[in-house]
């Protein structure tokens, strides 16, 4: 069994900071790409950042220059550091591993349960 959890989430001022942090576990043999997603109420899942095996990244056009993705690929973690939150990026963020390598030789997407950021004053 292979899941991906979350944490950081909470309610956070305009302008201020948040760290997310996403871990993996289970029968792993390798993660592949990481990515996060976001979904604000009434709005469709989008795509936040990605980040491939190697650490290349990429970024939604809405936080570029904001958030930073990074990986550690001994711990099996993402982390999603936003800085310069907005109330727009209020949302339940989630952890992606679109094409996560088991050790048993099978190719899977899995979800995390998500983690909600609330950007208020």
């Known amino acids: 069994q292979v899941q991906l959890v979350e944490s950081g989430g909470g309610l956070v001022q305009p302008g201020g900071s948040q760290r997310l942090s996403c871990a993996a576990s289970?029968?792993?043999?390798?993660?592949?790409?990481m990515g996060w997603y976001r979904q604000a109420p009434g709005k469709q899942r989008e795509l936040v950042a990605i980040?491939?095996?190697?650490?290349?990244?990429n970024y939604a056009d809405s936080v570029k220059g904001r958030f930073t993705i990074s990986r550690d690929n001994a711990k099996n973690t993402v982390v999603l550091q936003m800085n310069s939150l907005k109330p727009e990026d209020t949302a339940v963020y989630y952890c992606?591993?679109?094409?996560?390598?088991?050790?048993?030789?099978?190719?899977?997407?899995?979800w995390g349960q998500g983690t909600l950021v609330t950007v208020s004053s």
């Open positions: 992606n591993a679109p094409h996560l390598l088991t050790q048993t030789y099978r190719s899977l997407e899995v």
């Open positions: 289970g029968s792993i043999l390798r993660l592949n790409d």
């Open positions: 980040i491939t095996s190697d650490g290349i990244p």
